[in-house]
């Protein structure tokens, strides 16, 4: 066995240090006989851990299981002296079952959501969540949606990341944002928002599907066909295309149909994020967890914070209240001191 020193931080999606009350931290070599192992709780700063008895070898491997933060594990090298080093920052997202929003009131919504506002002025038929009533999301209607109304809550996160992309995202070929083709918002899920737009928005996304170019590829559109057809109204779906951006751009996928809704001719946007956690993996390539399903809207937060750190996106993120968490507790003869 071999004394060691591992300066650990942990820094969340904007690079600060952590807090979390209970960090599960183990160290060992990639057979993992002989891992070390303890639990310590980190308050904003990073800690050193002496470990007596740590494992040899010149290459480690660093696992930590935060409460409040998804699992993550780095390769680290030892040098003569005892010391480990990660071969880079550990960076975590957020668990999502662990966090809620806190979102910016209408009153306070600036500049940049001066199209969402207006927008959602206009969109009397807009349901924020799948199974909600219609409602003109505006002034204390948007401020009633809160955390503890947790699917509205969620479908109103999803529409601020979205939004958040899609009006700084250029439609090509046309020198503007994808928002500025919204017409009315119509529905809003934790995975997507249902929007109507004008013809150049369908326009450019069948022409996108057929000549991909700008980081844009055609995608399968039959999946989304019927999410059309469930938005009130529409009778008849048809010129349906879909594109999906590159991983730069945050795997945005544009789906567009024309569509007969009570009676006239009309043109549906379904715009999405990411739908089957791929876009998660491959921004912290730390984090070891296995995806199925949808993604959270707290874990697309999370990798637009990183890919686009200088967004506002209408929320923050606070720990949720009154959670049962671990207390801190050693194991094994790793000591840890700040």
């Given at each position: 066995m071999a004394r060691l020193r591992l300066d650990l931080s942990i820094v969340d999606v904007h690079g600060r240090p952590v807090s979390d009350?209970?960090?599960?931290?183990?160290?060992?070599?990639?057979g993992g006989v002989g891992t070390v192992t303890t639990?310590?709780?980190?308050?904003?700063?990073?800690?050193?851990?002496?470990?007596?008895?740590?494992?040899?070898?010149?290459?480690?491997?660093?696992?930590?299981?935060?409460?409040?933060?998804?699992?993550?594990?780095?390769?680290?090298?030892?040098?003569?002296?005892?010391?480990?080093?990660?071969t880079r920052d550990v960076c975590l997202p957020r668990r999502p079952s662990h966090w809620q929003p806190e979102f910016t009131p209408w009153r306070e919504l600036g500049d940049p959501f001066s199209s969402l506002r207006d927008v959602l002025a206009a969109s009397p038929a807009f349901r924020v969540g799948q199974f909600s009533a219609p409602v003109t999301c505006t002034g204390r209607a948007f401020?009633?949606?809160?955390?503890?109304?947790?699917?509205?809550?969620?479908?109103?996160?999803?529409?601020?990341?979205l939004f958040g992309?899609?009006?700084?995202?250029?439609?090509?070929?046309t020198g503007g944002s994808w928002f500025a083709r919204v017409r009315a918002l119509l529905l809003a899920t934790r995975e997507r928002f249902i929007a109507e737009v004008d013809e150049a928005c369908?326009?450019?996304?069948?022409?996108?599907?057929?000549?991909?170019?700008?980081?844009?590829?055609?995608?399968?559109?039959?999946?989304?066909?019927?999410?059309?057809?469930?938005?009130?109204?529409?009778?008849?779906?048809?010129?349906?295309?879909s594109v999906k951006?590159?991983?730069?751009?945050?795997?945005?996928?544009?789906?567009?149909?024309?569509?007969?809704?009570?009676?006239?001719?009309?043109?549906?946007?379904?715009?999405?994020?990411?739908?089957n956690g791929s876009l998660l993996l491959h921004t912290f390539d730390l984090i070891r967890h296995a995806f199925t399903g949808g993604t959270h809207p707290v874990d697309v937060h999370e990798c637009l914070c990183t890919a686009f750190p200088a967004t506002d996106f209408g929320y923050h993120l606070v720990p949720m209240p009154?959670?049962?968490?671990?207390?801190?507790?050693?194991?094994?003869?790793?000591?840890?001191?700040?």
């Open positions: 009350p209970a960090v599960q931290v183990r160290l060992g070599p990639p639990t310590l709780a980190l308050a904003g700063a990073p800690v050193t851990l002496d470990i007596p008895d740590g494992p040899p070898g010149p290459a480690l491997i660093l696992r930590v299981t935060p409460s409040l933060y998804r699992d993550g594990a780095v390769t680290c090298t030892v040098d003569g002296s005892g010391q480990v080093s990660p401020d009633e949606i809160v955390a503890a109304d947790e699917s509205r809550a969620l479908a109103k996160i999803s529409l601020l990341n992309r899609l009006r700084e995202e250029r439609a090509p070929g369908w326009a450019t996304v069948n022409d996108l599907a057929t000549r991909p170019r700008g980081g844009y590829r055609e995608a399968p559109v039959k999946l989304h066909i019927e999410n059309f057809r469930s938005i009130p109204g529409v009778t008849a779906v048809r010129g349906a295309a951006t590159a991983e730069r751009k945050a795997n945005l996928q544009f789906s567009v149909a024309r569509v007969t809704r009570d009676g006239r001719t009309g043109y549906l946007l379904d715009a999405d994020i990411d739908e009154l959670l049962a968490l671990p207390r801190a507790r050693l194991r094994r003869a790793a000591r840890a001191r700040r």
